[in-house]
């Protein structure tokens, strides 16, 4: 059974830095693509970053460009999402799901909902 695990999130003020976890159990990753999302009170899920762990190919959305590094250690099966600069409007339940292949990475937006496996969030809010 295929189980994701984010882990990393917390309270920061604005301006600081967290780094989220997304560990796989049940299955060793390949070809998959990984992406976080976060959902903030009241808004729809927004894709925030994806990476291909066949190549470690990467996408972004542009409200964090330069901000979010996504990574992947494949020996811990994990994928990271290192947050520097946060801003108050990052504010949100973050997930991290998995979906088999490379086609869900060409875009930080498309296909949302053919990720077939999902975590349970992390929290992360931030402070002015």
């Known amino acids: 059974q295929v189980q994701l695990v984010e882990s990393g999130g917390g309270s920061v003020q604005a301006g600081g830095s967290l780094r989220l976890s997304c560990t796989v159990f049940?299955?060793?990753?390949?070809?998959?693509?990984m992406g976080w999302f976060r959902q903030a009170p009241g808004k729809e899920r927004e894709g925030v970053a994806r990476i291909y762990t066949g190549s470690g190919t990467t996408v972004y959305a542009d409200s964090v460009k330069g901000r979010f590094t996504i990574s992947q250690d494949n020996a811990k099966n994990t994928v990271y999402l290192l947050m520097n600069s946060l801003k108050p409007e990052d504010t949100a339940m973050y997930y991290c799901?998995?979906?088999?292949?490379?086609?869900?990475?060409?875009?930080?937006?498309?296909?949302?909902?053919?990720?077939?496996?999902w975590g349970q969030g992390t929290q992360v809010t931030v402070s002015s």
């Open positions: 799901a998995a979906a088999f292949g490379p086609r869900l990475c060409s875009s930080v937006v498309r296909g949302q909902t053919d990720f077939g496996y």
């Open positions: 049940g299955y060793t990753y390949s070809n998959e693509c």
